[in-house]
């Protein structure tokens, strides 16, 4: 567990490095100010440390959701009233799979007419 954290800092440390070598020299190279070239480079690495550590996020969003609402001491009542032009669940999965059927039916059905299919045949036989 410790060497899981250590090697997730080291990977934060790495691309936030990295990032502003990128962004510093990128911008430099483009005639920019050393200092808005670093300044940039900052915000790049910044935002790139932030986007590591939020990968590496063991909490999932539903149990981080949940714990903000709970520590906030808020309830939406919209999440607790059931909604009732919906579909139960076993009627969704049943419209799901209707339609996924449907689908394959489409794809099984030649494209086009018989006239279409026709010329179409008839120009790759012209040019045989």
Same mark, same amino acid.
């Given at each position: 567990m410790a060497e899981? #954290?250590?090697?997730?800092f080291t990977q934060k440390?790495? %691309?936030?490095?990295?990032?502003? $070598?990128f962004f510093s020299l990128s911008l430099i190279a483009l005639d920019y100010s050393i200092a808005l070239s670093l300044?940039?480079?900052l915000i790049g690495a910044g935002s790139g440390i932030f986007i590591?550590?939020?990968?590496?996020?063991?909490?999932? /969003? /539903?149990a /981080?959701?949940?714990?903000? @609402? @709970? %520590? $906030?001491?808020?309830?939406?009542?919209?999440? &607790?009233? #059931?909604?009732? &032009?919906?579909?139960?669940?076993? %009627?969704?999965?049943? $419209?799901? @799979?209707?339609? !996924?059927? !449907?689908?394959? #039916?489409q794809q099984k059905q030649p494209q086009?007419?018989?006239k279409q299919r026709s010329i179409i045949t008839a120009?790759? &036989?012209r040019f045989r």
């Open positions: 899981d #954290k250590r090697a997730i440390i790495a %691309t936030g490095f990295l990032l502003l $070598l300044f940039l480079g590591v550590t939020w990968w590496y996020n063991d909490q999932s /969003a /539903a /981080a959701s949940g714990a903000s @609402q @709970q %520590t $906030l001491g808020t309830t939406s009542r919209s999440h &607790n009233r #059931k909604r009732t &032009n919906a579909p139960d669940v076993i %009627t969704a999965q049943k $419209l799901r @799979q209707d339609a !996924e059927q !449907e689908r394959k #039916k086009g007419t018989g120009l790759f &036989n």
